[in-house]
């Protein structure tokens, strides 16, 4: 077993805190919150790329962190003491769960045979951890981005030869994810999108897209995979124009290729920022269109147009969120997973403990201020009241579908309908929302 992180004791709950910071204020797995553990609540997943497979370069900088385990090569040596040094981790904090790109996990591959063998290897290697502690996989993803071969996208790529090389690597990755009792299978778009129209058949790309995603969704239930398939939006980054732009966007790109029953959505918190729109947009459309899965709780900055993937550290955003979660009856097979980055300066050891507890904290603070929020019920309740209209047998005859426009048309006119606006009370409800999160 890996000694990086041996210096550090498993992270306790201990409300008073700890002088060192190793300890959770907030998050204290078996407490119940409405009816639950929070530990079944939050579902909570370390990432195996951004701790464990980045080194900390930028785009000015070479890799920062000393890890054992980043040589610079990819070998089997390296590749091992990253895999264990990673449940050493997570076990140390206390996290339920992980996930992973092929990519983080394995070996450089030579070619695709090669990568077929490599990942079968560390599948071996990630079981066994597994079994010795508990951890458990959220999802898995396979890495179609990276690569140069990659450049102009998997599904999307104008070479049917990278479609089904990409094909392939789904398929390893998927039966993986399965064999490992994987709870979801992932898939952002990497590099499906495009950069200008000079060159680039658009409605070609959307059909080759959707011809992939069908054929994952036609192997899932071959294989007898019963997680959720997952689609994770994002606005750009790295194309200029993403195809899987926002929830609502992936919702209607669903439907079109027939396949709004066999994925869900992966939320990513910034993904949201980046594409202007509020985390609770986000997740709100998802449940509109009975699409919500996962999150990726990574947040952004305000100041930044890109993904920066911080740790989340402020409950109070989280609350409407939450809310909104509890309120759909909480996660099936999703969870938060922490798709999150460490500052380039934060070099030390200690600093991906801190960086977890805080955001940890940071999502039991919210669910505890949204247990708040339901418990009291008056937030709820007034926007309940705003439709109370449509409870009304008039209301519910509209919806039923059996009126016409006609027939509205002439009861409006027959009673010379005037109906007059009320008030959205937006002020008094967020007045009463800082009232309940004191
Ligand atoms: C990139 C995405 C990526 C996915 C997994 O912005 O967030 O990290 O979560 O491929
Ligand atoms: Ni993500
Ligand atoms: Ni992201």
Redesign the pocket.
Known sequence: MSTYFEDISPIQFASEGSPDGLSFRVYDADRIVLGKPMRDHLRMAVCM?HNFAWGGHDIFGDPAFERPWLTGQWDEASNAMRIDAAFDFIKRLGAPFYTF?DLDVMETPDDLRDHASKLAKAEDRLSSRMEETGIKLLWG?ANLFGHRRYLAGAATNPDPEIFTYAAAQVRLALETTHRLGGENY?L?G?REGYESLLNTDMTRELDQLGRFLNLVAEHKHKIGFDGLLLI?P?PQ?PTKHQYDYDVATVAGFLRKYGLENEFAV?I?TN?ATLAGHSFEHEIASALANDAFGSI?INRGDPQLGW?TDQYPNNALDLVLPMVLILEAGGFTTGGFNF?TKLRRQSIDPHDMFHAHIGGMDTLARALLLAEKVIEDGRLLEARDERYSGWQTEKGQEIMSGNTSLQDLADDAMERNLSPSPASGRQERLENLLNELVQ
């Open positions: 790329w790109h993803t992932v952002w990497g994770e994002k980054e992966n990513e993904h990726d993904d798709d």
